[in-house]
Each structure stands twice: as C-alpha cells, then as structure tokens.
C-alpha cells in the first residue's frame, strides 16, 4: 500500500476554483492508478476522477468539463483541478491509489490505498 495525504479542501463560494493535492509517502517502486473519490453526508462514495500509468485520465458526467486530474511523478502528487464549483459538489474528497489497471475502474472496492479526506464545502 501507498500512504496518502490530501490537502487544499475549504470553504468556497460557488462559481469558483479550488485545487486538491494528494501526495504519497515514501518512495515507489511500481506503476499506480490514481483517483479521487467524494463522499457527502448520508451518501454513498462516489467516483470523480482518476490517471492511469499510461496518463489516461477519465471522469464522472457530473464534474467532466470542470474538474481535470493530473500528477506530477517527480513529487509523488496527483492534483484535482475544480472549477466552477457547485453546491453539490460539498463533500469530503478522497485520494485513492492501486495497482495499474488494463481498464478503466470506478469502484471504490477497486483501490486499496485511501488518503484520510479533504472537506470541500461550496456555499451559494
């Protein structure tokens, strides 16, 4: 497993932007998937994005056009770039890590290293 740490959720108001890091610890010595995941109060966690070695990225309808998912492997980080956030976007965000996938996965069953969670909360 990976140790993950999240970092950059807050209090913002709607229509603006917001950039999440998650960083590893340690070093690595193999090829991950990176995602990020939200879960709001009394809801279930729910896919928002995720890169693969390869750099493809892949996304839920609901932030795609908003939200972009990158990493820079020279500091262990993968980012989630929110823009023109929305109210419903209020939860606690998730980092996730796992083996390289030959497929697209959206489960969070899928990942096996988690991050503790970042709160971001959109007011309108």
Not at 65 to 70: A, C, K, L, M, Y
Not at 83 to 99: G, H, Q
Not at 106 to 114: E, L, T
Request: hydrophobic share 35%; aromatic share 12%; net charge positive.
């Amino acid at each position: 497993q990976v140790h993950l740490v999240e970092s950059g959720g807050g209090l913002v108001q709607a229509g603006v932007s917001l950039r999440l890091s998650c960083a590893a610890s340690g070093r690595t010595f193999s090829s991950y998937v990176a995602a990020w995941f939200r879960q709001a109060p009394g809801k279930e966690r729910d896919f928002v994005a995720a890169i693969r070695w390869s750099g493809d990225s892949y996304y839920a309808d609901s932030v795609k056009g908003r939200f972009t998912i990158s990493r820079d492997n020279a500091k262990n980080t993968v980012y989630l770039q929110m823009n023109s956030l929305k109210p419903e976007d209020t939860a606690v965000y998730y980092c996730a890590a796992d083996r390289a996938y030959g497929s697209r996965r959206r489960s969070a069953s899928d990942f096996d290293s988690w991050g503790q969670g970042t709160q971001v909360t959109v007011s309108s």
